[in-house]
T-cell receptor, first 115, second 112 residues
Framework: KAGVTQTPRYLIKTRGQQVTLSCSPISGHRSVSWYQQTPGQGLQFLFEYFSETQRNKGNFPGRFSGRQFSNSRSEMNVSTLELGDSALYLC??????????????FGEGSWLTVV | DAKTTQPPSMDCAEGRAANLPCNHSTISGNEYVYWYRQIHSQGPQYIIHGLKNNETNEMASLIITEDRKSSTLILPHATLRDTAVYYCIVRAYGGATNKLIFGTGTLLAVQP
C-alpha cells in the first residue's frame, strides 16, 4: 500500500512569490493535515481537511491556505512568500477524522527554501 | 502547548535496549499516548500507541504506568538506524480532529 506522497520534494522560491504543495493521502484515508517544521519552532500544525472541509486550523496567517479535493488529495498554498516561510512542510493522512485511536501517517515532506 | 515532557537527549549502545521516558501527568482519561520518531530530514514515522495497557509491535514496546501519568518506549535492540528524534504525544480519543501537538522530543543517539 503506497504511503503519503508529497510533491515536490524540494523547491526554491523568491520572496513575494507564491507556492503550491501537493499531498496524496494513503488510499482510503479521508483526513489530511498539514504541518510546518522549522528549526526554531519545531513541528507546528497548519490545518486539517476532512471530506473537502477544513476542520481545524493552526495559528498561521491567512497567507497559508489549503484545500481538499473529492478524491481526498490536498494542496496547500503560501502566498507572498517570506524568508521565514523556509521550512519542511509535512502532510499527514488518517482514515477518518473521528475515530478511536486511529493512526496518523506522515509523508516525507516538501522542503521549501525562500531566497 | 505540548502536554508531554521528554528529556532532550539520550545515548544508547548499539544492541542494547533503549528506554525513552515520557511524562504526561495531565493526561485525560480519553487520551491516548502516541510515539513517533523522525530521522533527520524525513517525515515522522509512527511507532506505537496505547491507552492504558502495555502494547508491543514489531518496532517497539510501550509501557504505560497504572496512573497513566508517564510512559516508556522501549526499543529492545537498538541499532544505528534507530538514531532519531522521538516524540511522545497525547491525543484525544474520538475527537473531531487529527491534530497532533508535538513537543521538542528526545534525540536518541545510538552509539556503535
Amino acid at each position: 500500500k503506497a504511503g503519503v506522497t508529497q510533491t515536490p520534494r524540494y523547491l526554491i522560491k523568491t520572496r513575494g512569490q507564491q507556492v503550491t504543495l501537493s499531498c496524496s493521502p494513503i488510499s482510503g484515508h479521508r483526513s489530511v493535515s498539514w504541518y510546518q517544521q522549522t528549526p526554531g519552532q519545531g513541528l507546528q500544525f497548519l490545518f486539517e481537511y476532512f471530506s473537502e472541509t477544513q476542520r481545524n486550523k493552526g495559528n498561521f496567517p491567512g497567507r497559508f491556505s489549503g484545500r481538499q479535493f473529492s478524491n481526498s488529495r490536498s494542496e496547500m498554498n503560501v502566498s507572498t512568500l517570506e524568508l521565514g516561510d523556509s521550512a519542511l512542510y509535512l502532510c499527514a493522512s488518517s482514515p477518518d477524522s473521528v475515530s478511536s485511536g486511529n493512526t496518523i501517517y506522515f509523508g516525507e515532506g516538501s522542503w521549501l527554501t525562500v531566497v | 502547548d505540548a502536554k508531554t515532557t521528554q528529556p532532550p537527549s539520550m545515548d544508547c549502545a548499539e544492541g542494547r535496549a533503549a528506554n525513552l521516558p515520557c511524562n504526561h501527568s495531565t493526561i485525560s482519561g480519553n487520551e491516548y499516548v502516541y510515539w513517533y520518531r523522525q530521522i533527520h530530514s524525513q517525515g515522522p514515522q509512527y511507532i506505537i500507541h496505547g491507552l492504558k495497557n502495555n502494547e508491543t509491535n514489531e518496532m517497539a514496546s510501550l509501557i504505560i504506568t497504572e496512573d497513566r501519568k508517564s510512559s516508556t518506549l522501549i526499543l529492545p535492540h537498538a541499532t544505528l538506524r534507530d538514531t532519531a528524534v522521538y516524540y511522545c504525544i497525547v491525543r484525544a480519543y474520538g475527537g473531531a480532529t487529527n491534530k497532533l501537538i508535538f513537543g521538542t522530543g528526545t534525540l536518541l543517539a545510538v552509539q556503535p
